[in-house]
């Protein structure tokens, strides 16, 4: 058994038939789940993902910034 990451309702399921990214839906507050963990389990909210990734997405735009300026100024230099 697991609680539901949301609603914190409890999750009947055989822990030993899931593995990390299959797909489970809270029957209480209706939550679309993945697990995140098999060991021991653990369960994320999809749109927690969701949000996690926007994060690193963010991070990726903001590396790009960078490495543009550093191309600007080497650009600046040779004249």
């Keep these: ?4 990451p949301l609603c914190d309702a409890v999750i009947d399921v055989d822990e030993e038939e899931l593995d990390e990214g299959d797909a489970l839906i809270c029957e ?5 789940l993945s697990v995140s963990g098999v060991s021991p389990l653990e369960l994320a909210s999809e749109k927690e993902e969701a949000d996690d990734d926007d994060d690193l997405d963010d991070d990726d ?3 790009d910034d960078d490495e543009e300026v550093e191309e ?3 650009k600046d230099e040779e004249y």
């Design 72 to 74: 600007d100024e080497e």
């Design 61 to 63: 735009d903001f590396d």
């Design 1 to 4: 058994m697991v609680n539901c």
């Design 28 to 32: 209480e507050c209706g939550a679309n």
